[in-house]
């Protein structure tokens, strides 16, 4: 009889255990039970790897040499690291990607900032910090301290994370308002700021660094809150594979110190360039460019640079004026020695046409008389800093790099080592000795930004006649 009780409470149990267990599954989320590596073998068996991003200046973008941009340059890194192809899908707005990259993607790409307990979605470790900076209009003073911003007209993206900053900054400050926009971006907001239909905004200060120029009433304020992590996104519910190599790609990139370089290349510009200098430049892309675009335009396909870069170095020589003439006897619009002149079979150094085809030659001889062991944009940044100093200096900075025990087939390390041609303590011991080496450092960096500008302006012309046309179609359509 014992053991008929203790049989009977035995099955009783188990059913009782069973239908607990059924009950508990049922309030727990129906995520699949799938093995941790089961996304990544799918990219890997599918051979691509699909992003989701969107099209920004701190993204991605089509530039002229092709798609740029500081994430698309990071996922393409990592989809060679896992030896695929990039599927790029640029076609979201900021509040389409993360529900993108949970029903169908493989990552979010887009400048993501870093929210906690996302549902859909796992992030990887921080990429870089965002800081939430206050930017106002121009003359209005007194912009200092967040206790100024009551009463302002001010606005913000929504999909950026820079609410939560002004939301905390509303606990101390009941007043305090402020518009968010859902489909715009940073370009748009600085320019009602300039238009004065906002007094100010709160974007990322490596955003207001790309586009001050741009915006030459928009003055930076202050930094406002704590900064926020730019991070990846990968669906949840498909394993943690993906994101897993994701993270080690990021720790390795980081610890290589290639981050901070892209990084610094993308938004490490600094604000050497006033106002006033910006003006101008504007000024002279209106009045004097358009007499020589023509010419840069051969000149780019004789020698296959862009055609902006070389417009771009002619404004750093003369701002295009064809008739320049220096104290030394370097005259014309790309400012050409009485040698470098003879050697490039120029004969006339004030005609504009034999001025930028001799100057793009002589940049393009420069270039590639550089060693093979310098690629990419290090190998163009030095060409164009010996076009300034020359190329024995520029060698001699690079035996600078080397001695100070850094790669001299980098620019960030020849630039470091260029002004210090002007101390005896460097310069006695190179080839060539003194140069005023900080000068080609400026020049570089000057055409650089120049370049930008023209960049910005050619893109944003373009998008203007696509819009002009799109709008005369509809127009037209029955």
């Known amino acids: ?9 035995s099955i009783y149990w188990k059913a009782y255990v069973l239908l607990v267990t059924a009950t508990l599954l049922t309030l727990i989320p129906r995520f699949p039970l799938v093995p941790d590596g089961e996304h990544l073998s799918h990219v890997l068996a599918k051979d691509y790897l ?21 994430e698309y340059e990071l996922v393409r890194r990592f989809a060679d690291h896992l030896g695929v192809s990039l599927n790029l899908n640029a076609d979201h707005d900021a509040d389409g990607i993360l529900p993108a990259v949970s029903e169908q993607g493989d990552l979010g790409a887009a400048a993501l900032p870093l929210i906690p307990d996302t549902p859909g979605v796992h992030y990887t470790r921080p990429i870089f910090e965002m ?11 007194g912009i200092n301290a967040p206790s100024d911003l009551v009463g302002l007209k001010i606005g913000t993206l929504s999909h950026e994370g820079t609410q939560a900053a002004l939301a905390e900054l509303q606990q101390h400050y009941p007043t305090l308002s ?7 971006d940073v370009a748009e907001l600085l320019a009602r700021i300039e238009n004065e239909q906002l007094d100010a905004a709160v974007i990322f200060d490596h955003q207001f660094r790309l586009n001050r120029l741009f915006f030459t009433n ?16 990968v669906p949840s519910g498909r394993g943690l594979g993906l994101l897993d190599a994701a993270n080690r790609f990021l720790a390795e990139l980081d610890e290589s110190g290639e981050l901070e370089h892209l990084i610094a290349r993308y938004f490490g510009h600094d604000d050497y360039l006033e106002y006033v200098g910006t003006r101008t430049f504007l000024t002279h892309l209106d ?12 000149a780019a396909r004789d020698t296959g640079f862009d055609w902006k870069l070389l417009a771009a170095v002619g404004y750093q020589e003369s701002h295009w004026d064809p008739g320049a003439v220096s104290p030394t006897g370097v005259r014309g619009l790309m400012m050409l020695t009485h040698p470098t002149a003879s ?32 690629s990419g944009d290090d190998r163009l940044y030095m060409a164009m800093a010996a076009y300034n100093v020359g190329l024995g200096h520029l060698y001699d900075a690079r035996r600078i790099a080397e001695l100070r025990g850094t790669d001299p087939n980098r620019w960030e390390n020849v630039r470091d080592a260029l002004p210090l041609l002007q101390q005896r303590e460097w310069h006695s011991r190179t080839r060539h000795g003194y140069a005023r080496g900080g000068e080609p450092v400026i020049y570089v960096r000057n055409i650089r930004r120049y370049y930008e500008m023209l960049d910005y302006v050619e893109r944003s012309r373009q998008q203007f006649f696509q819009l002009e046309r799109r709008g005369l179609a509809a127009a037209n359509a029955p």
């Open 178 to 184: 402020w518009t968010a926009e859902a489909n715009s």
């Open 50 to 70: 699909t992003v989701h991003t969107r099209t920004t200046p701190t993204t991605y973008y089509e530039g002229s040499q092709g798609p740029t941009g500081f």
């Open 1 to 9: 009889m014992p053991l008929l009780i203790d049989r009977h409470f």
């Open 131 to 141: 800081q939430p900076l206050v930017v106002y209009r121009r003359g209005l003073h």
């Open 218 to 233: 928009v003055e930076r304020g202050f930094s406002l809150g704590d900064p926020l992590s730019m991070v990846w996104a």
């Open 287 to 298: 009045e004097r460019l358009p007499r020589f675009t023509d010419y840069f335009k051969q």
């Open 343 to 374: 050697e490039m079979g120029i004969e006339n150094r004030r005609d504009p046409a034999q001025s930028i085809d001799g100057g793009a030659r002589y940049l393009r001889s420069l270039k590639d008389r550089l060693p093979d062991s310098i």
